[in-house]
């Protein structure tokens, strides 16, 4: 599995983004899918997984009510959509891929496969 995360870039505070992250194979439905970030100096950290029906989805406390995580199987893509973004946002996004089953995990261990990061700076 290959993955390929877009949509990161800068935006004011209050603002919103859209990230995506495209797939390769064919086993996409299969997998459950995490959001993870990591900002400089700091350790990565959980930000949205999904289940992968989209049936069932975790967020950390920091962005639930702000992030929206979803799947279009159809399309072999996972999004995250922000809103009301904060400058305590500003990260490098990871997009991640769990092989072992379709579950949604808040765990970076339960991840197999990660895609290359994508940076979101939002300005004060």
């Known amino acids: 599995v290959q993955l390929q995360a877009s949509g990161g870039g800068l935006v004011q505070t209050g603002g919103s983004l859209r990230l995506s992250c495209a797939a390769s194979?064919?086993?996409?439905?299969?997998?459950?899918m995490g959001w993870f970030r990591q900002a400089p100096g700091k350790e990565r950290e959980f930000v949205a997984a999904?289940?992968?029906?989209?049936?069932?989805?975790y967020y950390a406390d920091s962005v639930k009510g702000r992030f929206t995580i979803s799947r279009d199987n159809a399309k072999n893509t996972v999004y995250l959509q922000m809103n009301s973004l904060k400058p305590e946002d500003t990260a490098v996004y990871y997009c991640?891929?769990?092989?072992?089953?379709?579950?949604?995990?808040?765990?970076?261990?339960?991840?197999?496969?990660w895609g290359q990061g994508t940076q979101v700076t939002v300005s004060s």
């Open positions: 991640a891929a769990r092989l072992a089953d379709g579950r949604a995990v808040v765990t970076d261990t339960g991840y197999n496969y």
């Open positions: 999904i289940n992968w029906s989209g049936g069932i989805t």
């Open positions: 194979g064919r086993t996409f439905s299969s997998h459950g």
